[in-house]
């Protein structure tokens, strides 16, 4: 089963930007599409943006337009470039299995605080 670590995150004044890594102990070419989630104290664990084999991305209307992901199949390695950063966007951020039922073991994550 595909191990993740996430990292990359920090605190940030609003408006800032933030570039999160998760490095996977093994392929994720075999995971069709991978995701970004973040969990914000108090609420569910949501899923904020998609990548799939076939360059395909998706992402929650809250941060379409801000977000970017990307992923290096051949690095084993997936990004999250996070701009335009908000307070609302404050949470800790997990990488995974696109799909929920087929998501492995979850990581740390990474804490993101926006803050002034």
């Known amino acids: 089963q595909v191990q993740f670590v996430e990292s990359g995150g920090g605190l940030v004044q609003p408006g800032g930007s933030l570039r999160l890594s998760c490095a996977a102990s093994g392929s994720i070419q075999s995971i069709y599409t991978v995701g970004w989630y973040r969990q914000a104290p108090g609420k569910q664990r949501e899923l904020v943006a998609t990548s799939a084999n076939s360059g395909r991305t998706s992402y929650v209307g809250s941060v379409e337009g801000r977000f970017t992901i990307s992923r290096d199949n051949a690095k084993n390695t997936m990004y999250l470039q996070m701009n335009s950063l908000q307070p609302d966007d404050t949470a800790v951020y997990y990488c995974?299995?696109?799909?929920?039922?087929?998501?492995?073991?979850w990581g740390q994550g990474t804490q993101v605080t926006v803050s002034s």
């Open positions: 995974n299995n696109a799909i929920p039922s087929r998501a492995g073991s």
